[in-house]
Structure formats: structure tokens, C-alpha cells
């Protein structure tokens, strides 16, 4: 996934085993900016899956989903990872990859930069002190400003889905996305 700094084994010769390993739930500006950026479908990487948590529903009282990459049955990888060589290869998408990803493996504890535990780079990999620290602060903010605004996204959809009769479909979804309303972006408070 590939964050601001560099990391002391390397992410180059990792052959991304975070892009292999992990279910990547992406927000509504993540979406937006990917398919944007690289002028692909939205269909054509995200993937609904259900989830326990608050979600984005299809029909009234359907079951909530979250949004996610797709990855290749096979191997697990995301489908937008390049293989390049043996053992190595790239986010084909680099430019515009989700938040989550530039922003790993980091999180953000008592408004902090840190390091996340037991992450798939292996221990010692990453060393605070040669990272770019105000880089990834900066990045994990946007990222809490996104899922702020995914959240009244959410809300603002199961709004309107609860109030028709008709199920939606994933490309529904997809669209609404895309160009949210303005009362989805302004309205409901977190
Ligand atoms: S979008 Fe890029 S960085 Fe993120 S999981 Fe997929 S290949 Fe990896
Ligand atoms: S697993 Fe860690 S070292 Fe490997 S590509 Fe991902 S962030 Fe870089």
C-alpha cells in the first residue's frame, strides 16, 4: 500500500503483501477519486460486502454493506495491484489509491502518529523516526474528514431507500455515489 515515507525493508521488494492480505474497506471519496482519477467504473473494483457495523442498505431493512476492493478470487490480491516481475509488483493506481492505503500502516492515537500493530509489513519494518510524519498526520486527517462525510452519505442513502418500495441495485449505489446530493453531504450530524 505504500505510505509517505519510506520504510526500512522496503516496500519495492515487499511484492505488496498488504494488497494481498487485507479486505480494503474504502469511503465514498475514495470511490470518487479513483474512478476520477483513473476513469475506471466503480463497478469495476468496489465489491459490497455485509457487514455488523452501520452500512449502506439496498432495500428497506436489507441487510447494511460496507464498500470494499475487489480482489482476485485466486490469489486474494486486490485487482488493481500490477504484477510487474516475480515477487514484485505495484498499485496500478498509485496516484489515486484510497486513503487507507497511502495512509498505511499508520493510525492516529491521541492525535498522534503511530504505528499500527501486527501489520502484514512484518515487525521493525517501519521506524518513526525517518517517516514523514506531518505527511501522514496530515493524510489520516483527510481520511477522518472522509468517513465523516461517507457517514452522511450513508445516512442521506438508507434515507431515500427506506422510503421507496423498490430494491436498489449495486450500480444504484455506485452512481449515487458519484454525484452525492447536496443534503447528503450537508445534512445529518454525526
Ligand atoms: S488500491 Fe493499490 S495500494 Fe490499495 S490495496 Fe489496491 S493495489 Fe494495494
Ligand atoms: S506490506 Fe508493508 S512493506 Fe509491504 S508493500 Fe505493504 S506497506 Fe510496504
Known sequence: MNGSGANVAGCADCGGKC???YVVGVTAR???VLADGAAMDPGDFVRLIDTDKEGFRLRAGGPAKKLCLQRIPETGACVLLMEIASGKARCGVYAHRPLVCSNFPTSLENGGVT?????ACGPDSWNLATMDLPAYRRDLIRDEEARAEHRKI??????RVDASSRE???EDLYEYLMNPPLEA?????D
Open 30 to 32: 475514495d470511490v470518487r
Open 185 to 189: 453531504e450537508q445534512g445529518h450530524k
Open 19 to 21: 494488497c494481498r492480505s
Open 154 to 159: 450513508m445516512r442521506a442513502w438508507n434515507k
Open 115 to 119: 504505528i499500527r500493530k501486527n501489520m
Open 168 to 170: 436498489a441495485t449495486p
